[in-house]
Protein backbone atom coordinates (compact mmCIF):
# COMPACT_ATOMS: atom_id res chain seq x y z
CA UNK A 1 0.00 0.00 0.00
CA UNK A 2 1.10 3.41 -0.91
CA UNK A 3 3.28 5.36 2.17
CA UNK A 4 2.39 9.10 3.32
CA UNK A 5 6.75 9.52 3.48
CA UNK A 6 7.97 8.05 0.56
CA UNK A 7 6.44 8.44 -2.98
CA UNK A 8 5.89 5.03 -5.03
CA UNK A 9 7.63 3.23 -2.13
CA UNK A 10 5.67 1.32 0.95
CA UNK A 11 7.40 1.69 4.39
CA UNK A 12 6.40 -0.81 7.19
CA UNK A 13 6.18 0.32 10.92
CA UNK A 14 9.36 -2.36 11.48
CA UNK A 15 11.26 -0.59 8.69
CA UNK A 16 10.37 2.51 11.06
CA UNK A 17 11.25 1.30 14.49
CA UNK A 18 14.72 0.38 13.09
CA UNK A 19 15.92 3.92 11.95
CA UNK A 20 18.10 5.32 14.32
CA UNK A 21 17.35 8.66 15.74
CA UNK A 22 18.79 11.85 13.59
CA UNK A 23 22.10 12.78 14.92
CA UNK A 24 20.80 16.82 15.00
CA UNK A 25 18.11 15.91 17.09
CA UNK A 26 19.16 16.34 20.33
CA UNK A 27 20.88 19.54 19.65
CA UNK A 28 18.23 21.22 18.10
CA UNK A 29 15.73 19.53 20.94
CA UNK A 30 13.28 18.28 18.46
CA UNK A 31 13.58 14.64 21.00
CA UNK A 32 11.50 17.03 23.28
CA UNK A 33 8.82 17.93 20.85
CA UNK A 34 8.94 14.03 19.51
CA UNK A 35 7.88 13.46 23.57
CA UNK A 36 5.35 16.50 23.64
CA UNK A 37 3.81 14.93 21.15
CA UNK A 38 3.39 11.32 21.83
CA UNK A 39 2.89 11.99 25.61
CA UNK A 40 -0.09 14.54 24.62
CA UNK A 41 -2.18 12.07 22.45
CA UNK A 42 -0.82 8.71 24.31
CA UNK A 43 0.76 7.22 21.29
CA UNK A 44 4.45 5.96 21.83
CA UNK A 45 4.14 4.43 18.56
CA UNK A 46 4.37 8.19 16.76
CA UNK A 47 7.81 8.88 17.83
CA UNK A 48 9.96 6.40 15.37
CA UNK A 49 8.00 8.24 12.37
CA UNK A 50 9.92 11.23 13.40
CA UNK A 51 13.19 10.10 12.18
CA UNK A 52 11.83 9.48 9.02
CA UNK A 53 13.34 12.49 7.34
CA UNK A 54 13.54 13.30 3.91
CA UNK A 55 16.17 14.09 1.59
CA UNK A 56 15.27 15.23 -1.82
CA UNK A 57 13.19 17.97 -3.02
CA UNK A 58 10.43 15.67 -5.09
CA UNK A 59 9.95 13.93 -1.77
CA UNK A 60 9.33 17.47 0.13
CA UNK A 61 6.99 18.46 -2.54
CA UNK A 62 4.93 14.60 -1.77
CA UNK A 63 4.69 15.40 1.82
CA UNK A 64 3.29 18.82 2.07
CA UNK A 65 0.61 17.90 -0.94
CA UNK A 66 -0.87 15.87 2.20
CA UNK A 67 0.05 18.46 5.14
CA UNK A 68 -2.08 21.14 2.46
CA UNK A 69 -4.94 18.39 2.07
CA UNK A 70 -5.29 17.60 5.51
CA UNK A 71 -5.11 21.26 6.28
CA UNK A 72 -8.75 21.37 4.41
CA UNK A 73 -11.18 20.54 7.15
CA UNK A 74 -13.40 18.13 4.96
CA UNK A 75 -10.55 16.19 4.27
CA UNK A 76 -9.13 16.30 7.75
CA UNK A 77 -12.78 15.38 9.28
CA UNK A 78 -13.04 12.25 6.78
CA UNK A 79 -9.12 10.89 7.71
CA UNK A 80 -10.13 11.31 11.14
CA UNK A 81 -13.36 9.52 10.92
CA UNK A 82 -11.19 6.95 8.97
CA UNK A 83 -8.74 6.41 11.68
CA UNK A 84 -11.36 5.91 14.23
CA UNK A 85 -13.41 3.19 12.18
CA UNK A 86 -10.33 1.42 11.70
CA UNK A 87 -9.59 1.62 15.19
CA UNK A 88 -13.19 -0.27 15.93
CA UNK A 89 -11.89 -2.85 13.64
CA UNK A 90 -9.08 -3.35 15.24
CA UNK A 91 -11.05 -3.22 19.14
CA UNK A 92 -13.06 -6.47 17.51
CA UNK A 93 -10.33 -8.45 16.42
CA UNK A 94 -9.15 -7.63 19.94
CA UNK A 95 -12.13 -9.08 21.59
CA UNK A 96 -12.02 -11.61 19.33
CA UNK A 97 -8.90 -12.69 20.41
CA UNK A 98 -9.68 -12.18 24.27
CA UNK A 99 -13.21 -13.91 25.06
CA UNK A 100 -13.16 -17.80 24.94
CA UNK A 101 -16.41 -18.29 24.01
CA UNK A 102 -16.66 -19.51 19.93
CA UNK A 103 -19.80 -17.92 19.52
CA UNK A 104 -18.54 -14.73 20.80
CA UNK A 105 -15.58 -14.91 18.79
CA UNK A 106 -17.46 -15.04 15.76
CA UNK A 107 -19.86 -12.53 16.01
CA UNK A 108 -16.77 -10.48 16.96
CA UNK A 109 -15.22 -11.53 13.70
CA UNK A 110 -18.03 -10.25 11.72
CA UNK A 111 -18.51 -6.86 13.68
CA UNK A 112 -14.64 -6.55 12.68
CA UNK A 113 -15.09 -7.41 8.99
CA UNK A 114 -18.16 -5.24 8.94
CA UNK A 115 -16.43 -1.94 10.63
CA UNK A 116 -13.27 -2.34 8.52
CA UNK A 117 -14.85 -2.46 5.29
CA UNK A 118 -17.12 0.57 5.88
CA UNK A 119 -14.43 2.63 7.10
CA UNK A 120 -12.87 2.40 3.98
CA UNK A 121 -16.31 2.74 1.67
CA UNK A 122 -16.78 5.54 3.99
CA UNK A 123 -13.62 7.65 3.07
CA UNK A 124 -14.15 6.46 -0.42
CA UNK A 125 -17.58 8.61 -0.64
CA UNK A 126 -16.37 11.47 1.24
CA UNK A 127 -13.27 11.45 -1.34
CA UNK A 128 -15.57 11.77 -4.00
CA UNK A 129 -17.62 14.55 -2.39
CA UNK A 130 -14.15 16.24 -1.69
CA UNK A 131 -11.54 15.41 -3.87
CA UNK A 132 -7.61 15.53 -2.49
CA UNK A 133 -4.79 17.25 -4.72
CA UNK A 134 -2.12 15.04 -2.67
CA UNK A 135 -0.85 12.20 -4.80
CA UNK A 136 -0.64 10.11 -1.48
CA UNK A 137 -4.33 10.49 -1.17
CA UNK A 138 -5.55 9.35 -4.51
CA UNK A 139 -3.60 7.08 -4.55
CA UNK A 140 -4.94 5.61 -1.29
CA UNK A 141 -8.19 6.24 -2.92
CA UNK A 142 -7.84 4.00 -5.55
CA UNK A 143 -6.13 1.24 -3.68
CA UNK A 144 -9.41 1.26 -0.96
CA UNK A 145 -11.34 1.26 -4.35
CA UNK A 146 -10.12 -1.52 -5.94
CA UNK A 147 -10.18 -4.03 -2.28
CA UNK A 148 -14.00 -2.41 -2.26
CA UNK A 149 -14.45 -3.74 -5.42
CA UNK A 150 -12.87 -6.83 -5.54
CA UNK A 151 -15.13 -9.92 -5.48
CA UNK A 152 -13.67 -11.89 -1.89
CA UNK A 153 -14.39 -8.53 -0.43
CA UNK A 154 -17.63 -8.14 -2.08
CA UNK A 155 -18.70 -11.75 -0.73
CA UNK A 156 -17.15 -11.27 2.51
CA UNK A 157 -19.19 -7.86 3.48
CA UNK A 158 -22.72 -9.43 1.95
CA UNK A 159 -22.21 -12.75 4.16
CA UNK A 160 -20.97 -10.29 7.12
CA UNK A 161 -24.11 -7.85 6.51
CA UNK A 162 -26.56 -10.86 6.40
CA UNK A 163 -25.50 -12.38 9.41
CA UNK A 164 -25.83 -8.70 11.53
CA UNK A 165 -29.31 -8.55 9.91
CA UNK A 166 -30.45 -11.67 10.86
CA UNK A 167 -29.11 -11.40 14.18
CA UNK A 168 -31.09 -7.68 14.47
CA UNK A 169 -34.23 -9.42 14.11
CA UNK A 170 -33.53 -11.85 17.02
CA UNK A 171 -36.10 -10.51 19.65
CA UNK A 172 -36.68 -12.06 23.19
CA UNK A 173 -38.08 -10.97 26.69
CA UNK A 174 -36.33 -11.19 30.06
CA UNK A 175 -38.10 -10.18 33.33
CA UNK A 176 -35.54 -9.65 35.69
CA UNK A 177 -36.78 -9.98 39.59
CA UNK A 178 -35.12 -9.89 42.64
CA UNK A 179 -34.60 -13.87 42.97
CA UNK A 180 -35.49 -14.75 39.55
CA UNK A 181 -35.20 -14.17 35.93
CA UNK A 182 -38.26 -14.95 33.13
CA UNK A 183 -37.17 -16.03 29.81
CA UNK A 184 -39.77 -15.70 26.61
CA UNK A 185 -38.82 -16.07 23.41
CA UNK A 186 -42.25 -14.49 22.54
CA UNK A 187 -41.47 -11.16 23.00
CA UNK A 188 -43.69 -8.30 21.87
CA UNK A 189 -43.18 -4.55 20.88
CA UNK A 190 -45.84 -3.42 22.60
CA UNK A 191 -44.58 -1.33 25.86
CA UNK A 192 -46.57 -1.62 28.75
CA UNK A 193 -44.91 0.95 30.73
CA UNK A 194 -46.06 3.47 28.63
CA UNK A 195 -49.48 4.22 29.75
CA UNK A 196 -48.00 4.70 32.86
CA UNK A 197 -45.51 6.90 32.23
CA UNK A 198 -47.80 8.69 29.83
CA UNK A 199 -50.41 9.27 33.54
CA UNK A 200 -47.60 10.30 35.49
CA UNK A 201 -45.73 12.04 33.45
CA UNK A 202 -45.44 15.74 35.58
CA UNK A 203 -44.64 13.56 38.78
CA UNK A 204 -41.36 11.66 37.20
CA UNK A 205 -38.32 13.20 37.68
CA UNK A 206 -37.06 12.04 34.01
CA UNK A 207 -39.34 12.35 31.04
CA UNK A 208 -37.20 10.23 29.17
CA UNK A 209 -37.16 6.53 30.10
CA UNK A 210 -33.95 5.15 30.77
CA UNK A 211 -33.99 1.40 30.24
CA UNK A 212 -30.68 0.53 32.16
CA UNK A 213 -28.53 3.27 34.16
CA UNK A 214 -25.47 0.38 33.17
CA UNK A 215 -25.52 -1.88 30.89
CA UNK A 216 -26.94 -5.06 32.46
CA UNK A 217 -24.14 -7.48 31.31
CA UNK A 218 -20.92 -5.27 31.39
CA UNK A 219 -18.64 -8.10 31.30
CA UNK A 220 -16.54 -8.94 28.16
CA UNK A 221 -17.20 -12.86 28.92
CA UNK A 222 -20.49 -14.89 28.90
CA UNK A 223 -22.25 -14.92 31.93
CA UNK A 224 -24.63 -17.92 32.86
CA UNK A 225 -27.50 -16.07 32.22
CA UNK A 226 -26.16 -14.79 28.94
CA UNK A 227 -24.98 -18.20 27.62
CA UNK A 228 -28.88 -19.66 28.79
CA UNK A 229 -29.97 -16.83 26.44
CA UNK A 230 -27.61 -18.04 24.57
CA UNK A 231 -28.50 -21.35 23.95
CA UNK A 232 -32.26 -20.89 24.03
CA UNK A 233 -31.50 -18.95 20.80
CA UNK A 234 -29.34 -21.27 18.82
CA UNK A 235 -32.19 -23.65 19.48
CA UNK A 236 -34.64 -21.83 17.84
CA UNK A 237 -31.95 -20.39 14.98
CA UNK A 238 -29.69 -23.26 14.50
CA UNK A 239 -28.47 -22.82 11.04
CA UNK A 240 -28.32 -18.80 12.01
CA UNK A 241 -25.76 -20.09 14.53
CA UNK A 242 -24.08 -22.41 11.65
CA UNK A 243 -23.80 -19.84 9.93
CA UNK A 244 -21.83 -17.63 12.12
CA UNK A 245 -19.37 -20.28 13.35
CA UNK A 246 -19.09 -20.89 9.57
CA UNK A 247 -17.97 -17.47 9.14
CA UNK A 248 -15.93 -17.21 11.97
CA UNK A 249 -14.13 -19.99 11.28
CA UNK A 250 -11.51 -18.48 9.42
CA UNK A 251 -10.58 -16.54 12.09
CA UNK A 252 -10.23 -12.73 12.70
CA UNK A 253 -7.35 -11.97 9.65
CA UNK A 254 -9.17 -9.97 7.43
CA UNK A 255 -7.19 -6.49 8.85
CA UNK A 256 -4.14 -6.21 6.93
CA UNK A 257 -0.73 -5.07 8.28
CA UNK A 258 -0.15 -2.08 5.65
CA UNK A 259 -3.44 -0.79 6.79
CA UNK A 260 -2.32 -0.21 10.00
CA UNK A 261 0.73 1.31 9.27
CA UNK A 262 -1.02 3.87 7.02
CA UNK A 263 -3.21 4.53 10.20
CA UNK A 264 0.09 5.22 11.89
CA UNK A 265 1.37 7.50 8.99
CA UNK A 266 -2.09 9.34 9.22
CA UNK A 267 -1.98 9.56 12.97
CA UNK A 268 1.30 10.98 12.42
CA UNK A 269 0.64 13.66 10.34
CA UNK A 270 -3.25 14.35 12.07
CA UNK A 271 -1.25 15.17 15.96
CA UNK A 272 1.88 17.14 14.26
CA UNK A 273 -1.52 19.40 12.77
CA UNK A 274 -3.25 19.72 15.48
CA UNK A 275 -0.65 20.30 18.08
CA UNK A 276 0.47 22.84 15.73
CA UNK A 277 -3.01 24.10 15.50
CA UNK A 278 -2.33 24.64 19.87
CA UNK A 279 0.52 26.48 18.87
CA UNK A 280 -1.43 28.84 16.10
CA UNK A 281 -4.20 29.84 18.49
CA UNK A 282 -1.91 30.61 21.25
CA UNK A 283 -0.51 33.20 18.98
CA UNK A 284 2.22 32.16 17.30
CA UNK A 285 2.86 31.87 13.72
CA UNK A 286 3.19 28.86 11.83
CA UNK A 287 3.20 28.56 7.93
CA UNK A 288 3.76 26.08 5.35
CA UNK A 289 7.55 26.92 3.63
CA UNK A 290 8.27 27.95 0.12
CA UNK A 291 10.51 24.84 -1.18
CA UNK A 292 13.40 25.34 -3.40
CA UNK A 293 15.88 24.34 -5.66
CA UNK A 294 18.27 27.26 -5.35
CA UNK A 295 19.36 28.48 -1.74
CA UNK A 296 17.70 31.60 -0.92
CA UNK A 297 16.15 31.34 2.36
CA UNK A 298 14.57 33.51 4.65
CA UNK A 299 12.66 32.79 7.82
CA UNK A 300 10.40 35.95 8.80
CA UNK A 301 9.43 35.50 12.72
CA UNK A 302 11.10 32.70 13.36
CA UNK A 303 11.33 31.45 17.19
CA UNK A 304 12.21 27.68 18.86
CA UNK A 305 9.02 25.69 19.40
CA UNK A 306 10.29 23.47 21.69
CA UNK A 307 11.18 26.88 23.82
CA UNK A 308 7.54 28.41 22.90
CA UNK A 309 5.51 25.22 23.85
CA UNK A 310 7.59 25.09 27.03
CA UNK A 311 6.59 29.30 27.20
CA UNK A 312 2.94 28.51 26.27
CA UNK A 313 2.63 27.16 30.24
CA UNK A 314 3.90 30.40 31.88
CA UNK A 315 2.30 32.30 29.05
CA UNK A 316 6.11 34.08 28.72
CA UNK A 317 6.86 36.17 25.91
CA UNK A 318 8.41 34.39 22.94
CA UNK A 319 10.84 36.62 20.84
CA UNK A 320 10.28 36.47 16.98
CA UNK A 321 13.43 36.82 14.46
CA UNK A 322 14.12 37.08 11.20
CA UNK A 323 16.92 35.31 8.91
CA UNK A 324 17.93 36.33 5.51
CA UNK A 325 20.27 34.76 2.77
CA UNK A 326 20.52 35.61 -0.91
CA UNK A 327 21.67 33.13 -3.25
CA UNK A 328 24.70 34.36 -3.72
CA UNK A 329 25.88 34.35 -0.18
CA UNK A 330 27.70 31.69 1.46
CA UNK A 331 26.96 31.34 5.15
CA UNK A 332 25.54 33.27 8.05
CA UNK A 333 27.67 34.53 11.00
CA UNK A 334 25.82 34.90 14.36
CA UNK A 335 27.66 36.66 17.08
CA UNK A 336 27.10 38.91 19.97
CA UNK A 337 26.83 38.37 24.14
CA UNK A 338 26.16 35.46 25.88
CA UNK A 339 22.69 34.45 26.62
CA UNK A 340 21.57 36.48 24.05
CA UNK A 341 19.46 34.41 22.26
CA UNK A 342 22.03 33.37 19.38
CA UNK A 343 21.58 29.43 20.47
CA UNK A 344 18.01 29.57 20.80
CA UNK A 345 18.11 31.08 16.75
CA UNK A 346 20.24 28.44 15.56
CA UNK A 347 17.48 25.85 17.16
CA UNK A 348 14.77 27.90 15.25
CA UNK A 349 17.11 27.75 12.07
CA UNK A 350 17.63 24.11 12.32
CA UNK A 351 14.10 23.49 13.31
CA UNK A 352 12.84 25.16 10.29
CA UNK A 353 14.11 23.13 7.68
CA UNK A 354 13.58 19.81 9.84
CA UNK A 355 10.11 20.56 9.79
CA UNK A 356 10.36 22.04 6.27
CA UNK A 357 11.68 18.64 4.98
CA UNK A 358 9.18 16.36 6.85
CA UNK A 359 6.68 18.27 4.63
CA UNK A 360 5.10 19.91 7.74
CA UNK A 361 4.52 23.94 8.70
CA UNK A 362 7.69 25.39 9.83
CA UNK A 363 7.58 27.91 13.42
CA UNK A 364 7.88 31.14 11.42
CA UNK A 365 5.30 33.84 9.82
CA UNK A 366 7.02 33.71 5.97
CA UNK A 367 9.44 31.17 4.79
CA UNK A 368 11.60 29.79 1.83
CA UNK A 369 13.79 27.17 2.09
CA UNK A 370 16.20 25.65 -0.07
CA UNK A 371 15.39 21.93 0.06
CA UNK A 372 18.33 19.96 2.15
CA UNK A 373 19.50 16.11 1.94
CA UNK A 374 20.66 16.19 5.42
CA UNK A 375 20.85 18.65 8.55
CA UNK A 376 24.00 18.67 10.24
CA UNK A 377 25.03 20.05 13.61
CA UNK A 378 27.52 20.64 16.47
CA UNK A 379 26.76 22.08 19.49
CA UNK A 380 29.47 22.95 22.21
CA UNK A 381 29.00 20.87 25.61
CA UNK A 382 30.60 19.85 28.24
CA UNK A 383 31.16 16.07 26.90
CA UNK A 384 35.36 15.57 26.93
CA UNK A 385 35.82 18.38 29.11
CA UNK A 386 37.95 16.40 31.29
CA UNK A 387 40.35 13.25 30.62
CA UNK A 388 43.26 12.60 28.29
CA UNK A 389 41.16 13.97 25.01
CA UNK A 390 39.76 16.83 26.26
CA UNK A 391 37.33 18.96 24.97
CA UNK A 392 39.08 20.68 22.48
CA UNK A 393 40.08 17.12 20.77
CA UNK A 394 36.59 15.74 21.22
CA UNK A 395 34.80 18.82 18.91
CA UNK A 396 37.85 18.57 16.46
CA UNK A 397 36.78 14.32 16.18
CA UNK A 398 32.97 15.30 15.33
CA UNK A 399 33.64 18.29 13.06
CA UNK A 400 36.13 15.67 11.27
CA UNK A 401 33.26 13.37 10.67
CA UNK A 402 30.71 15.47 9.56
CA UNK A 403 33.10 16.95 6.90
CA UNK A 404 33.47 13.67 5.52
CA UNK A 405 29.39 13.61 4.82
CA UNK A 406 28.73 16.91 3.95
CA UNK A 407 27.54 17.65 -0.29
CA UNK A 408 26.15 20.59 -1.46
CA UNK A 409 22.72 20.39 -0.36
CA UNK A 410 23.65 19.72 3.04
CA UNK A 411 22.28 22.31 6.01
CA UNK A 412 25.38 22.75 8.80
CA UNK A 413 24.51 24.74 11.91
CA UNK A 414 27.73 24.75 14.32
CA UNK A 415 27.06 26.60 17.97
CA UNK A 416 29.84 28.29 19.63
CA UNK A 417 33.25 25.58 18.54
CA UNK A 418 36.43 25.78 20.47
CA UNK A 419 35.56 28.07 23.59
CA UNK A 420 38.22 26.28 25.04
CA UNK A 421 40.70 27.38 23.45
CA UNK A 422 42.51 30.53 22.91
CA UNK A 423 40.73 33.23 21.30
CA UNK A 424 43.52 33.79 18.15
CA UNK A 425 43.68 29.67 17.66
CA UNK A 426 39.84 29.28 18.39
CA UNK A 427 39.44 32.37 15.46
CA UNK A 428 42.00 30.19 12.83
CA UNK A 429 40.32 27.44 13.84
CA UNK A 430 36.80 28.71 12.94
CA UNK A 431 38.36 30.32 10.05
CA UNK A 432 39.70 26.88 9.06
CA UNK A 433 36.64 24.92 8.82
CA UNK A 434 34.78 27.43 7.45
CA UNK A 435 36.34 27.62 4.42
CA UNK A 436 35.98 23.73 4.46
CA UNK A 437 32.59 23.83 5.23
CA UNK A 438 32.39 26.38 2.22
CA UNK A 439 34.49 24.29 -0.29
CA UNK A 440 31.20 21.75 -0.07
CA UNK A 441 29.09 24.58 -1.03
CA UNK A 442 27.08 23.54 2.31
CA UNK A 443 24.73 26.38 3.61
CA UNK A 444 26.77 27.61 7.12
CA UNK A 445 24.80 28.78 10.48
CA UNK A 446 27.79 29.52 12.49
CA UNK A 447 27.36 30.85 15.46
CA UNK A 448 30.57 32.21 17.51
CA UNK A 449 32.02 34.15 19.81
CA UNK A 450 35.08 35.04 17.66
CA UNK A 451 33.46 37.87 15.78
CA UNK A 452 35.90 38.94 13.19
CA UNK A 453 34.49 36.52 11.31
CA UNK A 454 31.98 38.11 10.23
CA UNK A 455 34.49 40.47 8.09
CA UNK A 456 36.31 37.85 6.14
CA UNK A 457 34.02 37.94 3.23
CA UNK A 458 31.45 39.94 1.77
CA UNK A 459 29.50 37.40 1.37
CA UNK A 460 28.88 36.31 4.64
CA UNK A 461 25.55 37.66 6.33
CA UNK A 462 26.15 38.79 9.54
CA UNK A 463 23.90 38.97 12.07
CA UNK A 464 24.17 40.26 16.34
CA UNK A 465 22.45 38.99 19.30
CA UNK A 466 21.52 43.17 20.28
CA UNK A 467 21.09 44.48 23.78
CA UNK A 468 19.32 47.77 25.81
CA UNK A 469 21.33 50.73 24.80
CA UNK A 470 21.00 52.37 28.01
CA UNK A 471 24.16 50.67 30.22
CA UNK A 472 22.61 47.70 31.56
CA UNK A 473 23.74 45.71 28.48
CA UNK A 474 20.28 43.60 29.19
CA UNK A 475 18.88 40.89 26.32
CA UNK A 476 16.46 41.78 24.15
CA UNK A 477 16.65 38.32 22.39
CA UNK A 478 16.56 40.42 19.17
CA UNK A 479 19.19 39.33 16.73
CA UNK A 480 19.57 41.66 13.62
CA UNK A 481 21.39 41.99 10.57
CA UNK A 482 24.11 43.93 10.98
CA UNK A 483 28.11 44.23 10.71
CA UNK A 484 29.54 42.80 14.01
CA UNK A 485 31.29 45.04 16.19
CA UNK A 486 31.67 42.67 19.39
CA UNK A 487 30.76 45.82 21.08
CA UNK A 488 28.31 44.10 22.97
CA UNK A 489 29.89 40.75 23.49
CA UNK A 490 32.86 43.19 25.25
CA UNK A 491 30.88 45.24 27.28
CA UNK A 492 28.56 42.73 28.69
CA UNK A 493 32.11 40.39 29.88
CA UNK A 494 33.51 44.25 31.60
CA UNK A 495 30.05 44.71 33.12
CA UNK A 496 29.82 41.02 34.48
CA UNK A 497 33.53 41.04 35.88
CA UNK A 498 32.31 44.81 36.93
CA UNK A 499 35.53 46.11 35.19
CA UNK A 500 33.80 49.28 33.90
CA UNK A 501 34.46 53.09 34.20
CA UNK A 502 32.30 53.56 37.04
CA UNK A 503 33.22 50.29 39.32
CA UNK A 504 36.94 51.06 38.82
CA UNK A 505 36.45 54.73 39.59
CA UNK A 506 34.39 53.67 43.06
CA UNK A 507 37.17 51.36 43.77
CA UNK A 508 39.63 53.80 43.17
CA UNK A 509 37.83 56.46 45.39
CA UNK A 510 38.01 53.97 48.06
CA UNK A 511 41.74 53.81 48.11
Known amino acids: MVSLFQPDQTLSFEEVSQLPEPAFFRDLNLDQYAKKISEFYGEPELIPYFNVVCGTYEGVKYRQEITK ?4 P ?12 IGEAVNCRQCAEQVTSNLQKCKWYVDCVTSYYQAMEDLCIEFNTTPPKSRAFYALHQELFHTLNSAGVKRLRETAGALNASFEKLRFHLTLNKEKATFDLAYSFEDYCAPIRTSLAKTMQYEDYVPFR ?13 AFILKQLEKENRQLFLQLEAFGARGPKVIEQDVLDIIRELRFYIS ?12 LPLTMPLVVK ?5 MDDCYDIV ?16 IMKANFEKAI ?13 ARAFGQCFYFGMMGLMVPAGVCKLPYCSGIHTHFANEEGSEGLEGRLHNEIVRVREMLDNLDNRSIVIMNELFTSAPTADALTMSRDLLKRLLSRNAICFYVTHTFEIAFDSDDYVSLVATVVEDGSYRRTYRIVRKRADGAAYANS ?18 R
Do not use: C
Open 333 to 345: IVTGPNQGGKTTL
Open 69 to 72: DLLT
Open 493 to 510: IVSKYKLDYSHINYRLSK
Open 272 to 283: NIDYMDRIKNWG
Open 74 to 85: AIRSAITAFIGK
Open 214 to 226: EPPFPAMEVSPLE
Open 307 to 322: LAINHMSSDSEVVLND
Open 294 to 298: DKELY
